[in-house]
């Protein structure tokens, strides 16, 4: 066969298997600008429903175990709202009894996102805090509206160990932004040490719940409080208001059924709850080596007003103590994630 022959059957050839390369590059392209669509709308999917499980998880309350998230709204189990959960824009979800043994307490939250037309869920295994109430030396139950005519000193380094993990001087249910401006526009009023850190949004104390479990301790009563230095630490309640007009000390837990009225001089190592808000008259001294937890007062009623001095400095051997005289509410925490596509 003449060279001539051949030439044309290989060009021929030659272009067949060309234009089949370039095909096939071609559907490579097209597919690989599909995938990096659906990983973006995965990643954008993925993200959303990661920031989903940090919203629900800092809105859950502190607390001891996980059964009223479970019940749901009504308190039983068994009806329609059980494991309802309070979820943001582009999020749905539940909360069930983790598989396992019940202590330590766990919940499984069963989150689904959707964003950018994509979709992407995940269950969430969330537990409790190690450490009691939330790191903070003021928990409120809600933002601080009044204005402190006093001085409030506030120190989060610890007061034993230096190297401890420092606190927050307020958490409150607002924004920290919000609470941090209520601290600026105190000015010199209220005194804020180098290692207190910045306030930090927190649902309220569950100072309801922790009363019954104080009723049912059998506590003492106001004369916990003595005159003398470093009484013995005990479980105080004291039913409706309780004003001090000596000075006094105590130590332990003190669960003021009502207004906290300061008067004369209270030095407390441990913590303090008020659950009708707090009054230091101008003559009056608050110092707290520990935790203040005041819930939101009824109408009219002080949340928290400072005449005279307040002064809080962290103790996390305080706070430890009084968490083995009554188990205290912790924060709910994050355990694990798996995704579920």
Not at 57 to 65: Q, S, V
Request: with cysteine; hydrophobic share 50%; proline share 9%.
């Amino acid at each position: 066969m003449k060279r001539g022959s051949t030439a044309l059957p290989a060009a021929l050839a030659a272009l067949v298997v060309s234009a089949a390369l370039s095909a096939a590059v071609a559907e490579l392209a097209r597919i690989e600008v599909i995938l990096a669509g659906k990983r973006r709308t995965a990643a954008v999917a993925l993200a959303a429903c990661d920031a989903c499980v940090a919203e629900v998880l800092a809105a859950l309350p502190a607390g001891w175990d996980f059964a009223p998230l479970i019940a749901g709204p009504d308190g039983r189990i068994g009806t329609g709202d059980d494991g309802a959960l309070a979820t943001p824009a582009g999020c749905t979800g539940s909360a069930g009894a983790a598989p396992g043994p019940a202590d330590p307490p766990r919940a499984l939250l069963r989150l689904e996102a959707r964003a950018a037309g994509g979709r992407r869920a995940l269950d969430a295994l969330v537990g409790r805090a190690r450490a009691p109430g939330v790191p903070a030396l003021f928990w409120l139950g809600a933002p601080p509206g009044a204005s402190v005519s006093g001085t409030v000193t506030l120190d989060g380094a610890d007061a034993d160990d230096a190297s401890a993990p420092d606190w927050a001087g307020l958490a409150a249910p607002d924004a920290p932004d919000a609470l941090d401006r209520w601290l600026a526009d105190e000015g010199a009023r209220v005194v804020s040490s180098a290692r207190t850190r910045a306030a930090l949004d927190s649902p309220p104390p569950p100072l309801a719940a922790l009363a019954g479990r104080v009723r049912a301790a059998g506590p003492r009563g106001a004369e916990a409080l003595v005159a003398g230095d470093a009484p013995p630490p005990s479980l105080a309640l004291v039913p409706g208001d309780l004003v001090v007009s000596d000075a006094l000390h105590g130590a332990g837990v003190l669960f003021v059924d009502g207004l906290l009225d300061i008067r004369g001089a209270l030095d407390f190592t441990g913590l303090v709850v008020a659950a009708g808000g707090v009054r230091v008259a101008g003559a009056g001294r608050l110092a707290i080596a520990g935790a203040l937890w005041v819930d939101a007062p009824g109408v009219g009623g002080p949340l928290l007003d400072v005449a005279g001095s307040l002064a809080l400095r962290q103790q996390r051997a305080a706070m430890a103590t009084a968490d083995g005289l009554l188990p205290l509410p912790r924060r709910p925490v994050l355990l694990g994630v798996r995704d579920l596509g």
